[in-house]
């Protein structure tokens, strides 16, 4: 039995994610894997930083490269509890990542929306991961929103 699975780390940013709901933040949650070790783990902070930039691939992005001690990504793995949004897309594009794995799809603001693919040509992407899981998180915090207004 393997141990580092995509499920043994989707789980690991489902925890970010958990953390970005506990902050009232859009539970969306990421990790970067290089070798089988977490290299970056992220979730979004588009409301504690006043950023509509700080998402969770973006901060994951940002932590990664200052780890490795360059911009590119090519031998990594992002893993995302939600399908990137174009400004992630386009970002990943720009470090090269190996691999995108994502849990749920966004069918209002999903990169794969846009007829052009956005990623590096090399880049592989697996969508679907814990898609139940990881929709189940971002259902409950809209949820609740609605609720509170």
């Known amino acids: 039995m393997e141990l580092y699975t995509d499920e043994y ?3 690991e940013a489902l925890k970010e994610a958990q953390r970005a709901f506990e902050k009232d933040e859009v539970p969306v ?3 970067i894997v290089w070798n089988n070790r977490i290299i970056a783990r992220a979730h979004n902070l588009t409301e504690t930083l006043n950023d509509p930039t700080a ?17 590119y990504l090519n031998d990594c793995t ?10 992630c897309a386009g970002a990943s ?3 090269q990542l190996a691999k995108i794995v994502y849990g749920a799809g966004d069918e209002k603001r999903g990169y794969t929306l846009i007829r052009q693919n956005l990623l590096h040509p090399k880049t ?11 929709s ?5 915090f809209f949820e609740r929103k609605r609720q509170i207004l």
């Open 9 to 11: 780390f989707m789980k």
């Open 29 to 31: 949650g990421a990790v």
């Open 55 to 71: 998402h969770a691939e973006m901060q994951a992005f940002t932590a990664a490269t200052n780890t490795i001690g360059g911009k």
């Open 78 to 87: 992002l893993y995302v509890t939600l399908e990137p949004c174009v400004m």
């Open 93 to 95: 594009f720009w470090t």
């Open 124 to 134: 592989v992407v697996q969508g679907g991961i814990m898609k139940e899981e990881c």
């Open 136 to 140: 189940r998180l971002l259902k409950s």
